[in-house]
């Protein structure tokens, strides 16, 4: 399961570091953005470089639900695991999108974050969505 690429986007530098540090020492590539436009504008390369995007909900200049709408519209492939303080539910989601994507509360522990993202794989994977 390492060997995919992921993107950490929140707007806490140190949390961001920590993370890519473990994540990179899992096997992962792994990019950061401090902003949601940021996250944005590199999920827009062509094909989207990222199979899983990990999104804090509250950044400093759009909410993490934004992000979300337009990743999920512009890539068929990208998952999305909210990582915030406050609770989320894909019950929100449209029902096709719900397999897409996954929630992890914070306060967590680094490996709670290799079981989310090993989760969110799998629930894709037999949902019918590649990588």
């Known amino acids: 399961m ?24 899992q096997g992962y590539t792994v990019d ?6 940021a996250a944005i504008d590199k999920c827009r390369q062509s094909p989207c470089p990222f199979q899983i995007i990990v999104l804090d909900l509250k950044l400093p200049d759009m909410t993490g639900e934004a992000v979300m709408e337009v990743v999920l519209r512009e890539s068929a492939s990208v998952r999305i695991l909210i990582s915030s303080g ?36 799998q629930v894709a994977k037999a949902a019918g969505h590649s990588g």
């Open 86 to 121: 406050s609770p989320f539910s894909n019950e929100i989601l449209d029902p096709a999108l719900r397999p897409r994507v996954g929630s992890l509360l914070k306060p967590f522990v680094p490996r709670q974050l290799l079981a989310a993202i090993a989760e969110l794989v």
């Open 2 to 25: 390492a060997n995919l690429s992921l993107l950490l986007v929140d707007d806490e530098l140190p949390l961001l570091n920590l993370l890519r540090k473990y994540l990179e020492r």
């Open 32 to 37: 950061v953005c401090e902003t949601g436009q």
